[in-house]
Each structure stands twice: as C-alpha cells, then as structure tokens.
C-alpha cells in the first residue's frame, strides 16, 4: 500500500527506481517470499507440538511430492518451467492437505 501510494504521488521517484534496476529485482523476491509466507499458516506453537519428528515427516511429503512431480512432468515431455510450476502446485497442496487432516 505504501509504495502505490509514494509511486502515485511522486511518480518521478518511482521512475527513477525502475531504471535502476531496483524495482524488477525487489518485485521478484517480494513476490516469490509472499507466497511462501502465504501457504506457510502454522505458528511457532503448533510447530513445537509436532517436535521434530512431525516437521520431519512434512519436510519429506512436500519435497518428495515436488521431486516425482517435477520428473515426472518432464518424462511426459513438458518444459522445466511448466514442470515446476505443475510440482510446485502439487506439493503445496499435499502439504496443506498433511496438515488438515492430522
């Protein structure tokens, strides 16, 4: 909200930032870390209720759900970046669905 405000009120200063650079690297990371933040709803009690074993335990479902998605998305001919995407979807959902239903 901030920032759609500074960049309407002083579009010269908001100019400046994206012929910098600054604004395409800071819009890419901000929204790679928003949708990690997004899908991650769990608080720091909840994770120490599960221990280590049950961190564990989600750790291997999600990335392994990723990995055998991501493999086999390209053994049916798809390009790296569909094959992430399709995976990174999968392994998100099993992951919400984990934690749901125990």
Not at 54 to 62: C, K, P, R
Not at 92 to 101: D, I, L, T, V
């Amino acid at each position: 909200m901030l920032g759609a405000l500074v960049g309407n009120i002083f579009p010269r200063i908001l100019n400046l930032v994206v012929l910098s650079g600054v604004y395409a690297k800071c819009t890419r990371e901000a929204l790679r870390l928003g949708i990690i933040l997004y899908g991650f709803r769990i608080t720091l009690d909840q994770i120490m209720l599960v221990g280590y074993e049950g961190i564990a335990y989600a750790f291997i479902f999600v990335f392994s759900t990723f990995f055998v998605g991501f493999f086999a998305s390209r053994a049916m001919g798809l390009d790296r970046q569909s094959a992430s995407l399709i995976s990174s979807g999968s392994a998100h959902s099993s992951g919400q669905s984990e934690y749901y239903c125990c």
